[in-house]
Every structure is written in structure tokens, then in C-alpha cells.
């Protein structure tokens, strides 16, 4: 495994939902076009990702 490789894949839930800092996000997009395990881990967070609002109902805005 390279050197990073954990370093890396702890920042894949913060990668997904688009809360790394532009410096480590190319870092993290690097690894993932090379690293099949972190890629399909990627994609389990972004499905997740993806439903997350479907899990709660909507409350409305309060006025003002």
C-alpha cells in the first residue's frame, strides 16, 4: 500500500461530501484513480451520501 494510503481514506467521507480543503482534495482524487479499495469505499459514502435527505421530513422555514 502506497505511503498516505490511511491518511487518505480517513478523509473519504469529508472528500464525498465536499468538505476537504481544495490542497487535499486533489490528493484525494489522485488516490482514487489509482486505489480500487478507497474508490468503491467512495462510492458507498456517495450513496449514502445521496439518501441522507430522503430520511428525515422536510420542516419548513420559520418566518422571517
Known amino acids: 500500500m502506497e505511503e498516505g494510503h490511511e491518511e487518505l481514506r480517513e478523509l473519504l467521507p469529508a472528500y464525498v461530501l465536499g468538505a476537504v480543503p481544495p490542497e487535499e482534495e486533489e490528493r484525494v482524487r489522485e488516490h482514487l484513480s489509482a486505489c480500487d ?6 462510492d458507498g459514502y456517495a450513496e449514502v451520501a445521496a439518501v441522507l435527505p430522503l430520511a428525515v421530513e422536510p420542516e419548513p422555514l420559520p418566518e422571517g
Open 37 to 42: 479499495e478507497c474508490r468503491a469505499e467512495a
